[in-house]
């Protein structure tokens, strides 16, 4: 069956107190199909893939349509069956990105398949045509920063432990409980195929206790299976963290910037495990994916969309906003970027992608920044066990080599410090960008030797 883990990791907090997930954790998921798709050729930071099609073209659903030209790209493949209307480039979240408009044509409904209301044998399955099927079926991983999934697989280190990650700790986030217990047993044989691709002799499934409806369906499928094993661990965020899940279920903590491979583990998001079984046993690539349109919006609820959907197009569909003075966020509210304020529904807001888990509505709050007063909350909840606010007095300072002595280069860009400090420091902004010029100045290091 399955088991409870009381083992967690340090720090983290509780934003919420369950109201947010209960706007759409019992709606079941509708099927939409816009009529354009706008198919971004970065479906990542730094996943840029050379587009193979040009206007007028016709294209099948499950088609090529770009090559990877980065090391963090995937393949990508058409959402939709159609014509090619456009390539060109779009803005989106601030940026232009080149992107594939594809007219829609017929949408035919596909049959049920095995794989999907059954456990199936894979034995005839080898780790190295896993891999493979992975990595062009244009997997990535969908609860996070999209890295490509068959890249975690490559690796060298000696894996003892697979961690599918099914926590879903960002508040309102809804979307892979929902695929727990409508794609059940396509999750299950995903896990397995993962499983076997990964090497290792055990799996988990690590979900937090807010989801016992998904724990027990789940464990009843897998409850035959010895080499897979359902966690439910107390619910705390950022329990959804790599870094995070691998110390609370294993005990282990990954080197300082180092990978999970290091600590013996991979882990992987509970949509990639799905989109492997699609690809593998369904023999269709990622070009759909769920999402949860929540918050101030009419009506809320989850929605399985082709890549490249409308935001726009999906909160209309939801009825649109119900407070004037919004910040529309692109996923959680923890870690999602803001991209739009105060919002009327008149502009593109961004278009869905391989890793975009929600589209969340919040009301505008104003506050104004205070000096800090030195209680070090930041201190006691930060995950990674850094100091936020010694780190944002030297990156304002622009001391980057305290920053680096302050181990800035660990942070995981969680929020929990933001969310904690009375005097509403924007912390983790400061932390990140201080990151991310650690992480820049190692880089420039190692190329110099």
Not at 378 to 394: D, K, R, T
Request: aromatic share 6%; hydrophobic share 35%.
């Amino acid at each position: 069956m399955w088991k409870k883990k009381q083992n967690k990791f340090p720090g983290g907090i509780h934003p919420t107190d369950g109201y947010d997930k209960a706007m759409t954790m019992d709606l079941p998921v509708h099927e939409y199909w816009p009529e354009t798709v706008t198919i971004l050729s970065e479906q990542s930071f730094g996943g840029k893939c050379q587009l193979l099609v040009k206007p007028q073209d016709k294209v099948v659903a499950g088609q090529q349509i770009g090559i990877p030209e980065a090391f963090m790209a995937a393949p990508l493949h058409a959402s939709v069956s159609g014509e090619v209307l456009r390539v060109e480039e779009v803005n989106n979240q601030g940026r232009n990105i080149l992107a594939c408009i594809i007219k829609r044509g017929d949408t035919s409904k596909q049959d049920a398949q095995e794989y999907e209301s059954k456990l199936v044998d894979i034995e005839n399955f080898t780790q190295e045509e896993i891999i493979a099927g992975i990595r062009d079926g244009g997997l990535t991983g969908m609860g996070g920063a999209g890295f490509p999934t068959h890249k975690k697989y490559e690796t060298d280190k000696k894996i003892d432990a697979l961690l599918i990650n099914a926590a879903e700790c960002e508040p309102f986030l809804t979307c892979d409980y929902r695929l727990m217990l409508e794609y059940s047993y396509a999750v299950a044989n995903g896990i397995r195929l993962l499983l076997k691709a990964s090497g290792a002799p055990k799996a988990y499934l690590c979900m937090e206790d807010n989801k016992p409806e998904a724990a027990k369906v789940l464990g009843k499928i897998l409850e035959n299976t010895k080499d897979i094993e359902v966690k439910v661990l107390p619910t705390q965020y950022p329990q959804g963290g790599e870094r995070q899940l691998i110390q609370a279920v294993l005990g282990r903590e990954v080197p300082m910037g180092g990978l999970p491979a290091e600590a013996g583990a991979i882990v992987s998001n509970v949509g990639t495990a799905k989109a492997t079984a699609d690809m593998l046993l369904g023999k269709t690539p990622l070009i759909r994916r769920i999402v949860t349109v929540t918050g101030c919006v009419k009506n809320p609820g989850n929605y399985l969309v082709p890549i490249g959907t409308s935001a726009k197009e999906l909160v209309e569909l939801c009825g649109g906003v119900t407070v004037k003075n919004n910040r529309v966020i692109a996923g959680g509210p923890m870690t999602g970027p803001c991209v739009a304020s105060d919002w009327n529904g008149e502009s593109e807001l961004f278009y869905v992608t391989k890793n975009t888990s929600g589209i969340l509505v919040l009301p505008d709050s104003q506050y104004e920044e205070q000096p800090c007063i030195r209680c070090a909350g930041c201190e006691s909840v930060c995950p990674a066990g850094l100091v936020p606010y010694q780190i944002e007095f030297a990156y304002l300072e622009e001391d980057y080599d305290l920053c680096e002595s302050l181990y800035a280069s660990e942070c995981i860009a969680c929020g929990c410090c933001s969310y904690i400090c009375p005097a509403k420091r924007e912390l983790s902004v400061r932390t990140r960008m201080a990151r991310d010029m650690v992480k820049q100045r190692m880089r420039e290091r190692a190329v110099k030797k």
